[in-house]
Nanobody, 126 residues
Framework: VQLQASGGGLVQAGGSLRLSCAASGRIFNNRVMGWFRQAPGKEREFVAALRRDSGNTFYADSVKGRFTISRDNAKNTVYLQMNSLKPEDTAVYYC????????????????????WGQGTLVTVSS
């Protein structure tokens, strides 16, 4: 499985960006798709996840109500729509795929994801 993330850039606070994660290869093994982010000097943290079987979505408290994860099965692509961006959202954003269905608590942990995209930088200016 290969994941290609794109869509990052520079945006002013309050603005919006949409990230894309295109999957190729044995994508039918991808049970959970997630977005994580890593700010300079900080650990990689969970942002959002989507279960392929149910379509259920999960969000970190810090982005709930502002970010939306969605999918386009025909394009094998997962999106992260980010609205009302804040300077603290500045980070490299990574998409990831897990090959097992995860319970909610496991979705937050990087170790349960098998495949990772290369990351796309989001910079929010104040």
């Amino acid at each position: 499985v290969q994941l290609q993330a794109s869509g990052g850039g520079l945006v002013q606070a309050g603005g919006s960006l949409r990230l894309s994660c295109a999957a190729s290869g044995r994508i039918f093994n991808n049970r959970v798709m997630g977005w994580f982010r890593q700010a300079p000097g900080k650990e990689r943290e969970f942002v959002a996840a989507l279960r392929r079987d149910s379509g259920n979505t999960f969000y970190a408290d810090s982005v709930k109500g502002r970010f939306t994860i969605s999918r386009d099965n025909a394009k094998n692509t997962v999106y992260l729509q980010m609205n009302s961006l804040k300077p603290e959202d500045t980070a490299v954003y990574y998409c990831a795929a897990a090959t097992k269905n995860l319970i909610k608590s496991s979705m937050l942990a990087t170790r349960y994801y098998t495949y990772w995209g290369q990351g796309t930088l989001v910079t929010v200016s104040s």
